[in-house]
C-alpha cells in the first residue's frame, strides 16, 4: 500500500517553486532542491562568502521560497505551510532523497538532463518510491529508458498547471511499464488530496490541453492577421461568447507569457512527424519580433497589452506600437455562436476561420491523444477555465450543420467522426436514461461524474426534489441527509432563499429518517450575500417596515439554523460573502473547501452585517479566547470589528480560520468537487455521534467600556484621514452592535438583544442618504467607495 508523507521536488524554478509550495498546503513535508551556482552574486562577494559556504549552494532553492513567500496570488494558503518545506541543493541533499515517498522532477525541459537526473535519482531511491516529471510535452517514454525496473513501475509523467493552487488540472501520462497499482493510488490521491481533476493524456507531443490550446491560439492569429482585425477586436469575439474564458485570446497569452507559449508550440514542432501539422504551428512574424524584444505578457509588464498609471494600452501588431486601447460595441441582434457562425458578415467569417480548425483539429487527434472526447473537453476546460471543450463547442453550433458548409470548402472530416455520422450519431453528446454521455466507440458512454455532479445534475430526474423555488431547491441526497442547494444567480439571498431555508429546517426536524442537512450551491460561489439592488430600491422608497421585516425573517432563520434539532453543515467554496458567510456562521460545522474567500462585506454598501454575522463572529472569536474576563471580551468584540470593518476577506479557508469565520472545530477539503458530499459524511457522523443543538444562553458583551475603545480607534483613523465622516457613523454604529450597547462590561445579555441591536443599526443606516449613494455605487461600479 503507497502512503506520500514526504515529497521532494527537483528544480525550483517557477512550476518546481508552485508545486511544492501546494504539497506544503495539503500537509506534506516537502524537500525543493536546485542545482549548486557556478558563481558568486555581488552581494554574496561583499559579505566573503564562497562558493563552499551553504547560504551560496542553497541559493537557488532559497530564492524559491523568498518567491513563494512573496507571491500574489499567494501559493500558499497559509503562511504557517512554509514551515513544511525545506531548501537543499542537487549535490549535499541528493541523499535526502531516501525518505520521499514522491519525486517529482521539475527541471529544465531537455531530455538529456532529465535523463541524466534519474540516472542519479535511481542511485538513491528507495525501493516502491513513485517519481515523476512535471514536464510539459517531453516524451514520458523517452525519459525512463536504461533504468531499473522498480523505477519504471513506478514512474509517470504529472503535468501541474500554472499555478497548482488555482488551476485544477493535472494531466497523468502512464508509460507501458507504469504499474496499475501505481496509476490508480496516485489518481485517487491527487483527487482527494491534492484536490486535482485528473485526465489520463497519451505520451503525444505537449499532451492533451496544450496541444489543442496552442493550436486554438495560433489559428485566432492567423485569422486576426488574414482580416486585419485589431487585438481588441479579436478579445472581445473569442472570450465566453464561444465558450472560453474571459481572459480571451490575447490577455490569456499575457498571463501565460510569450515565453511559454513559444515553448510549447516548439514542443508539436519538434515532435511531430506530420509535415501538414507543423506547418499549422508556425507562428506570425510580429510574435518573434515581440519575443526579441521582451514583450512576454504580464511578467515584462508589456505584451499584447500594457498597462500604464492612466489607461489600459493594446498592440498595433503593424507598427508594433502601443496604442490606446479601442473596445469595440457588442453587436445586440444576435447573442448565440450558432447564428453567428454560418453567417457571411465579418464576424461570421472570422468566427468560421478560428472556431472550425480548433474542431477539425480536436477531432483529427482526439484518438492520438486522449481515451475519448470527454477526456479532451475536460482537460481543456480545466486547464484552460474555458466554459465548454472543442466537442460541446461543436455540439453547440451542430456538427450535422457544420458539414455542409465543409463540404463547400472541400474540407474532411476525420475518418472516426464521418464513420459516426454513417452509423446515426449525430452529436457527440446526448442525454442517455437521464445522464449526459459522450460517443465512443459507436456508443454512448455515461459521463463520469464526481457524487457532487451526480447528485445535482441527475436527482430531478429520479424524483429526490423535494421542495423548491427560482432561489433553491431541497434535494434527498440520500442515506438521511437533505440538501439545500442554492440556485439562483450568485445565490443572492432574497425571501425565496429565506422561505427555503426554514422550509429545509422543518422537513429536517419534522422527519424522524432524517439525519440533518446539507446548504451548498452547484454554482461558481457560494453566495455573494444578500439582495442590494432590492435593499437599495426599498431604501429609496423609504420602506423601511418592509425592510425591517426581510432582516428580522433572515434573522430568524439563521437562528432556527443554529439551533435545529438535526446538524446543519454549510458546504462553503469561493465568494462566501456578507449573507452567505452569516449563514455559515450560523450552521452547526462548516465544511469548506480550501479555496473559500468568506468575509462580511457589508460595510462597502455603507451597512453592517444584518443576519446575526456580527454576533457569531464576536462568538467565534470568544471561544478562542482562554477564558470571559474584560480583556477576553474586548479582545474578542475588537478583533470582530476589524474584520468587519476592514471588509476583511480570507483568501483561503485556513485564512478564514485565522480571522474567526471559521472554527476550530470546522474542516477544511481540497476535494472542491465533492465539497457537498464530504459535507454530507460529516451530517451523517454528527448525527451518528448523538447530535445535541447548541444550549441557549446569554452572552456576555464588552458593553460601555468596549465601545469607547473601539470608538478611540475610530477617532484615530479620523484624525490620520484615513476614514470619512459617514465611514465613523458606520463604524461607530459597528461598535455599539458589537460591544451590547449601553451596558456595563462582562454584562450578559439576550441574543434576541444583539440581533435587536443589529437590526436597528442595519435599517438606521439605511435611512442615510450616503448609505444609498454608496449602494448605488457598488452596484453600478462593480466596486466600493472608499470608507
Not at 529544465?108 to 538513491?124: H, M
Request: proline residues 3%; hydrophobic residues 40%.
Amino acid at each position: 500500500m503507497y502512503s506520500i508523507k514526504k515529497a521532494a521536488v527537483i528544480g525550483s524554478g517557477i512550476m518546481g517553486s508552485a508545486i511544492a509550495a501546494h504539497l506544503a498546503n495539503v500537509g506534506i513535508s516537502t524537500l525543493l532542491l536546485d542545482k549548486v551556482p557556478d558563481s558568486l552574486l555581488d552581494e554574496e562577494k561583499t559579505a566573503d562568502l564562497s562558493l563552499a559556504d551553504k547560504k551560496v549552494r542553497n541559493r537557488l532553492a532559497a530564492q524559491a521560497l523568498e518567491r513563494i513567500r512573496l507571491s500574489k496570488p499567494s501559493m500558499l494558503t497559509s503562511a504557517s505551510n512554509e514551515q513544511l518545506l525545506e531548501i537543499g541543493n542537487m549535490e549535499d541533499d541528493f541523499e535526502a532523497l531516501k525518505e520521499a515517498d514522491w519525486i517529482i522532477e521539475a527541471i529544465t525541459e531537455d531530455i538529456n538532463a532529465k535523463k541524466s537526473l534519474f540516472c542519479k535519482v535511481d542511485a538513491v531511491r528507495r525501493q516502491g518510491a513513485i517519481i515523476s516529471s512535471n514536464t510539459s510535452g517531453i516524451s514520458i517514454t523517452e525519459m525512463k529508458e536504461g533504468l531499473s525496473e522498480d523505477f519504471q513501475t513506478h514512474f509517470l509523467g504529472t503535468h501541474f498547471f500554472n499555478p497548482p493552487r488555482y488551476i485544477l488540472l493535472l494531466e497523468f501520462i502512464p508509460t507501458n511499464k507504469t504499474s496499475s497499482e501505481v496509476i490508480s493510488y496516485m489518481k485517487t490521491f491527487a483527487e482527494t488530496v491534492l484536490g486535482r481533476v485528473v485526465v489520463e493524456a497519451k505520451d503525444t507531443p505537449n499532451f492533451i490541453a496544450n496541444r489543442i490550446g496552442a493550436h486554438a491560439f495560433l489559428t485566432t492569429l492567423d485569422a486576426m492577421v488574414q482580416m486585419d482585425l485589431t487585438i481588441s477586436e479579436v478579445d472581445r469575439l473569442t472570450g465566453p461568447f464561444i465558450g472560453r474564458t474571459k481572459s480571451a485570446t490575447f490577455q490569456t497569452l499575457d498571463m501565460v507569457g510569450l515565453d511559454t507559449f513559444f515553448h510549447t508550440v516548439k514542443n508539436v514542432r519538434n515532435r511531430t512527424e506530420d509535415t501538414m501539422e507543423k506547418e499549422q504551428y508556425k507562428v506570425p512574424v510580429f510574435l518573434l519580433e515581440m519575443l526579441n524584444h521582451k514583450m512576454l505578457g504580464r511578467k515584462t509588464k508589456q505584451g499584447f497589452y500594457k498597462k500604464t498609471k492612466e489607461k489600459m494600452l493594446v498592440l498595433d501588431y503593424h507598427t508594433m506600437q502601443y496604442v490606446e486601447e479601442q473596445i469595440p460595441r457588442r453587436s445586440k441582434s444576435r447573442e448565440k455562436l450558432k447564428e453567428l457562425i454560418y453567417d457571411s458578415s465579418p464576424t461570421g467569417v472570422f468566427l468560421w476561420k478560428t472556431v472550425m480548425p480548433y474542431l477539425l483539429y480536436s477531432g483529427e487527434h482526439a484518438l492520438e491523444i486522449a481515451e475519448n472526447i470527454f477526456q479532451i473537453d475536460l482537460a481543456i476546460k480545466t486547464g484552460f477555465n474555458f466554459k465548454q471543450g472543442p466537442f460541446e463547442t461543436w455540439d453547440e453550433i451542430g456538427l450535422t450543420e457544420s458539414l455542409e458548409k465543409l463540404k463547400g470548402e472541400n474540407q474532411k472530416l476525420p475518418e472516426w467522426i464521418e464513420d459516426m455520422i454513417k452509423n446515426g450519431f449525430t452529436s457527440f453528446y446526448k442525454s442517455v436514461d437521464g445522464k449526459r454521455s459522450y460517443y465512443h466507440n459507436g456508443k454512448y458512454e455515461p459521463i463520469p461524474l464526481t457524487n457532487d455532479q451526480y447528485r445535482l445534475e441527475h436527482k430531478r430526474q429520479s424524483g429526490k426534489v423535494i421542495a423548491g423555488n427560482k432561489a433553491a431547491s431541497i434535494v434527498n441526497m440520500d442515506d438521511g441527509v437533505l440538501l439545500l442547494e442554492m440556485h439562483s444567480q450568485n445565490n443572492i439571498i432574497g425571501m425565496d432563499m429565506i422561505k427555503m431555508l426554514n422550509k429545509a429546517v422543518t422537513i429536517a426536524e419534522s422527519t424522524d429518517s432524517i439525519k440533518g442537512l446539507v446548504i451548498g450551491s452547484s454554482g461558481k460561489n457560494f453566495s455573494a450575500g444578500a439582495n442590494l439592488a432590492m435593499m437599495l430600491l426599498e431604501g429609496q422608497n423609504q420602506d423601511y417596515l418592509e425592510l425591517e421585516i426581510v432582516v428580522k425573517e433572515f434573522q430568524e432563520a439563521l437562528k432556527r439554523i443554529k439551533y435545529c434539532k438535526k446538524p446543519v453543515v454549510a458546504a462553503s467554496h469561493r465568494k462566501t460573502l456578507g449573507g452567505g458567510a452569516e449563514i455559515c456562521l450560523a450552521a452547526a460545522k462548516i465544511h469548506a473547501s480550501i479555496e473559500t474567500y468568506i468575509g462580511l462585506v457589508e460595510i462597502s454598501a455603507g451597512l453592517i452585517p444584518g443576519g446575526g454575522g456580527t454576533k457569531e463572529l464576536y462568538l467565534n472569536l470568544l471561544d478562542e479566547q482562554d477564558g470571559i474576563d474584560h480583556s477576553h471580551l474586548i479582545t474578542a468584540a475588537a478583533k470582530a470589528f476589524e474584520a468587519i470593518l476592514t471588509s476583511n476577506v480570507s483568501t483561503s479557508a485556513e485564512e478564514g480560520k485565522t480571522i474567526g469565520f471559521l472554527s476550530s472545530q470546522d474542516s477544511i477539503t481540497f476535494n472542491s468537487l465533492n465539497v457537498m458530499e464530504e459535507a454530507k459524511q460529516t451530517v451523517i457522523k454528527l448525527f451518528e455521534k448523538g447530535y445535541e443543538p447548541p444550549v441557549v444562553k446569554k452572552i456576555p458583551v464588552a458593553g460601555k467600556e468596549g465601545f469607547h475603545l473601539l470608538q478611540k480607534k475610530v477617532q484615530d483613523f479620523a484624525s490620520k484621514g484615513a476614514i470619512t465622516k459617514h465611514g465613523e457613523i458606520i463604524a461607530a454604529k459597528l461598535a455599539y452592535v458589537l460591544t451590547g450597547g449601553d451596558v456595563p462590561i462582562q454584562t450578559e445579555v439576550e441574543e434576541d438583544y444583539l440581533l435587536g441591536l443589529e437590526r436597528q443599526a442595519f435599517i438606521d443606516l439605511l435611512k442615510e442618504r450616503e448609505t444609498l449613494r454608496r449602494m448605488l455605487y457598488l452596484l453600478t461600479a462593480g466596486k466600493p467607495l472608499p470608507l
